[in-house]
């Protein structure tokens, strides 16, 4: 949908922010997202930023993602993976529910989440926080991405030391 309102003109993304005004930040991301186009636009924000990509469909192949990745870097996942950016509505399932497994699981808990989503109403936004996010961004704006992205990271960074 999100791809045919684009195709439309409806909606654009803001996507030109200066190489210079971009913090890069070291690590791996997840993104989930049931749209290719929203996962692109994303994942090349995230790459600008220096990070590393991993991508899922769903909140089910976030958590297998997830798994994987814990099995490779253990104890280590959470210096690794930097940050979540999920989308709300996804088949399978959603991005709330998501957040909640991933909080509810001692591995993966600290992870931080940004749900990045075209639902704008006051109530998701409530419901991201609860589900454990620690933003909820809509209509996809790069200044604001970046920022808020980095913002995340940074605080999760100085809560672990």
């Known amino acids: 949908m999100k791809a045919f309102v684009q195709s439309l003109g409806i909606y654009q993304p803001k996507i030109d922010v200066e190489d210079d005004q ?3 930040i070291d690590g791996t991301a997840l993104i989930l997202d049931d749209s290719m186009t929203a996962r692109k636009l994303v ?7 220096g990070m590393r990509v991993v991508e899922a469909k769903d909140g089910m192949e976030g958590l297998e993602r997830l798994n994987e990745l814990y099995a490779n870097y253990k104890e280590e996942l959470t210096d690794v993976v ?14 709330f529910h998501f957040a909640a497994n991933v909080k509810e699981d001692p591995r993966f808990k600290n992870i931080p989440i940004v749900f990045n989503s075209s ?21 996809f704006d790069a200044g604001i991405f970046y920022k808020e992205v980095s913002k995340v990271i940074k605080a999760h960074v100085k809560t672990a030391q």
């Open 22 to 24: 971009i913090q890069k």
């Open 119 to 139: 639902i704008s109403d006051h109530f998701s936004e409530i419901r991201g926080k609860e589900a454990g996010g620690e933003a909820y961004l809509t209509k």
């Open 43 to 49: 994942s090349d924000a995230l790459r600008k930023m």
């Open 82 to 95: 930097k940050i979540i950016i999920s989308d709300v509505e996804m088949p399978q399932m959603d991005g």
